[in-house]
């Protein structure tokens, strides 16, 4: 869980502030199994439509989540926390969105949502707040 600190300090952080006619969200990680256990850290994250096609509304910002639980500016992946926070999200086009979760040092571990049965998208809606979990496994599909 996040401090309401945290995510008061979260719209300190988005340029030009947040928009109440855009969506915003919470993403992080959860290992599933002990290869993956220590593999929260390190993931960027973008977004995309659910049919992979490129979300071509940049003006959203990911704000990654410290060590220590506060929002880092400077971060351009996920810290041993596992967190991110996306702000401005336009809901254009449609309501739903889809993370996508890369890491160069993964190893062995990947995101396995799709082999758990979950399909990926993200509902937004203008001044909505949804959340997604990202499951890491070194041994599921």
């Given amino acids: 869980m996040l401090s309401l600190n945290t995510l008061s300090a979260f ?28 593999m929260e850290q390190g993931w960027s994250m973008t977004l995309t439509y659910p049919d992979g096609g490129a979300y071509t509304d940049g003006s ?15 971060a351009t992946g996920t810290s041993s926390f596992g967190v991110a926070l ?10 739903f969105i889809r993370p996508v ?5 993964a190893g062995s571990c990947q995101v396995v949502n799709l082999a758990l049965g979950y399909s990926g998208r993200m509902y ?7 959340e997604q979990g990202v499951f890491l496994s070194s041994t599921l599909p």
């Fill in 11 to 38: 719209r300190d952080y988005v340029p030009g502030g947040l928009d109440p006619n855009k969506a915003d969200a919470l993403l992080f990680t959860f290992p599933l199994d002990s290869a993956c256990g220590n």
């Fill in 60 to 74: 959203y910002s990911v704000l990654y989540v410290s060590d220590a639980g506060a929002v880092d500016p400077n």
């Fill in 86 to 95: 996306v702000a401005n999200i336009a809901p254009t086009l449609g309501t």
């Fill in 101 to 105: 979760y890369t890491n160069a040092n």
């Fill in 124 to 130: 937004v809606s203008a001044g909505g707040f949804s």
